[in-house]
């Protein structure tokens, strides 16, 4: 039988050329390239989103920005435009003009709610002043040297934020040249515009929006500490110029970013106190001021949602991996245990084909053995009717003596009666009739015994037999014998002793081991046969027969009960009695053993006991 195992058991196919282990490796980078592209995408996206609004925001701060300041705009044109202002210029010393502008400009101011309205002559001297009243006027002080002035008689119009050297107050500088009827321009009248209110505003909106001017400095901003700073560190020339306007008071222009980078649509960190605020810059112009506008946006919620999707990414990401490798151990699994079935189904096959062969064979033997069985028994059989009909041989003689004798005696019965009857003794021929009755009942007596014992009987017909009755026959069919050799024979055998037995077979046993202690006793000075029985063990009879002869040489002893052993002389002995009458006594269900007692052989044959 071919024990070769099938190629794929001894070698599991790969789904994957660098196996397993490499499987989940390129499993594991997908995963971990999802989650990062997730992650870049959707912080992308946020960031757009945040510039659109940012943009949308700064806009609308634009707008915002630039109505505060267009509200003023008017303001400046139409008080140059004034009689009154122009007269005060045109003469400063006349009497109650300075009081009458003053509280123009007062009134004006109030109402309009800008922080201050002032009027310089044409050498930057204030002559007039809604402040003229406050300790920290402006009347009477110079300011040639603010751009606002020299830009105004410049080109008629000014624009410029600062701080005011006066109040320290920063404001909107709005300048409008007042013209003069004797030359171009006879002075500058300044609205100052507050600004200031709008960074509370964009404060509480929680935005970070700053405004810087042309020289890239922040003046107005959502965050106090960012004011008065450049974005980068400025030019010597620059510091220098407006240092000299003091434009921003005394601000010591330290830039806002170290290495001075701000890129548009990049992100910014800026210091906020003692904190960093950080987001996406966004800048709009305004190129009619010189300023940019500035939106600071965070960016922290569009991080923070990337990062939310990225795990989310990543744990479907994993629940996936996890879910394939699940399935492709499970398929894996599956595969080894459909190879293990194959094999196991292979070799049970194999297994129950030699089963079935031993089966046949034992089957071939079983018959061959009950062929041989009942070979062996019928031989048995045969052997036991032939040592049945050699026994029978060896009585006969005695049998024949022992019939012989009762038909003499009938013939000479016969002839007395005769006598008798002729004589008239009545009474004699009766008791002579009598006697040959018994004798022919004798003689058939004899007749019986000899016929059940040749006769053949079949195995296992077992029946409560009386031992003593048994014995009695068998000694019956030896009679003549025992008589012949003067052998005294002792019968203690209980008169309940009952076994289970075949009673011709027992009988035959018990003749055997008879005709064995008589043919041993044959030259004994001295012949008795002891037959006694006892209950022992307590399920058994066991009877013992013992004779005087010579015994059983310790040399033969083993050979006994094989059969055709023999120590007797040819044609006396077949050495088929003991044997036979062992296997009799075993299929009896009791045993046979010989051995030797004080005189000669003591063979003790145990049966079954059988209840009444
Ligand atoms: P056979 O009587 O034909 O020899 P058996 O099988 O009956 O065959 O006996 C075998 C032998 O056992 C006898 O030849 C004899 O030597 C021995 N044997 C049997 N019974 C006795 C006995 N009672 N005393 C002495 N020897 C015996």
Redesign the pocket.
């Known amino acids: 039988m071919s024990k070769a195992r099938p190629a794929d058991l001894s070698a599991p196919r790969r789904a994957f050329p660098g196996g397993v282990g490499a499987w989940r490796w390129a499993l594991a980078a997908a995963v971990l390239t999802l989650t990062l592209a997730a992650f870049l995408l959707t912080l992308q996206a946020g960031h757009d989103q945040v510039r659109r609004a940012s943009r949308q925001r700064l806009v609308i701060a634009e707008a915002v920005l630039r109505a505060a300041i267009d509200r003023y705009q008017y303001l400046p044109t139409v008080l140059a435009l004034d009689t009154q202002v122009q007269d005060l210029l045109a003469d400063p010393d006349a009497p109650g003009a300075i009081t009458a502008v003053n509280a123009k400009f007062e009134a004006i101011a109030r109402a309009s709610k800008v922080a201050a309205i002032y009027l310089m002559d044409g050498q930057g001297l204030t002559r007039s002043a809604s402040n003229w009243n406050q300790p920290l006027s402006f009347v009477g002080s110079s300011y040639a040297y603010r751009p606002y002035f020299r830009d105004a008689l410049a080109t008629g119009a000014s624009r410029y934020f600062g701080v005011g050297t006066t109040t320290q107050q920063p404001g909107l500088f709005i300048g409008k040249a007042v013209p003069s009827p004797n030359g171009p321009t006879a002075g500058v009248v300044v609205v100052k515009v507050d600004l200031e209110d709008l960074q509370g505003e964009w404060r509480r909106a929680g935005e970070q929006i700053l405004v810087s001017d042309a020289a890239g400095i922040v003046f107005l901003a959502s965050e106090p500490g960012w004011k008065y700073r450049p974005f980068r560190r400025l030019a010597a020339a620059d510091t220098s110029r407006i240092r000299a306007a003091q434009q921003y008071g005394d601000s010591d222009l330290r830039p806002l970013l170290e290495d001075g980078r701000v890129d548009l649509g990049e992100t910014i960190r800026l210091p906020a106190g003692g904190r960093t605020a950080s987001g996406l810059v966004e800048p709009i112009a305004m190129p009619d001021l010189g300023w940019t506008l500035w939106y600071v946006a965070p960016t922290g919620p569009a991080l923070r949602q990337a990062i939310l999707v990225a795990a989310a990414t990543g744990i479907a990401g994993l629940a996936l991996a996890f879910a394939l490798v699940a399935a492709s151990q499970r398929r894996q699994r599956l595969r080894s245990e459909q190879s293990m079935r194959i094999a196991l189904e292979r070799r049970v096959a194999e297994r129950t084909h030699d089963l079935s062969d031993a089966n046949a064979r034992l089957r071939a033997e079983i018959s061959e053995r009950e062929r041989a069985t009942a070979a062996l028994r019928a031989t048995q059989d045969e052997l036991i009717h032939a040592g049945r009909l050699?026994a029978l041989g060896q009585i006969s003689t005695a049998i024949n003596h022992e019939i012989n004798q009762p038909l003499a005696a009938l013939r000479t019965f016969l002839a007395s009666t005769t006598v008798f009857l002729e004589r008239g003794d009545e009474s004699t021929v009766r008791r002579n009739l009598q006697r040959m009755t018994e004798v022919t009942q004798r003689i058939a007596e004899i007749i019986r015994h000899l016929k059940d014992f040749a006769r053949k009987t079949g195995p296992g017909h077992s029946e409560p037999v009386r031992l003593a009755a048994t014995a009695e026959a068998a000694l019956d069919l030896l009679r003549v014998r025992l008589r012949a050799e003067d052998v005294t024979v002792t019968c203690a055998i209980p008169a309940d002793a009952l076994v289970r037995a075949e009673p011709v077979r027992l009988e035959q046993v018990l003749l055997?081991?008879m005709?064995?202690?008589l043919?041993?006793m044959r030259g004994a000075s001295e012949r008795r046969l002891d037959l006694t029985a006892r209950r022992e063990p307590a399920s058994c009879w066991q009877l013992v027969v013992a004779?005087s002869?010579?015994?059983?040489s310790p040399e033969?002893m083993p050979q006994?009960?094989d059969p055709f052993?023999?120590?007797?002389p040819a044609g006396?002995?077949?050495?088929?009695?003991?044997?036979l009458?062992s296997l009799i006594v075993r299929d009896l269900g009791g045993s046979l053993t010989?051995g030797n007692g004080a005189r000669?052989?003591v063979?003790t044959l145990v049966l079954p006991a059988a209840e009444a």
Request: no cysteine; hydrophobic share 45%.
């Open positions: 050699a055997n081991l005709v064995n202690a043919d041993a004779d002869g010579s015994g059983i033969h006994i009960f052993f023999t120590t007797k006396e002995g077949l050495g088929l009695g003991l044997s009458s010989a000669g052989a063979l």
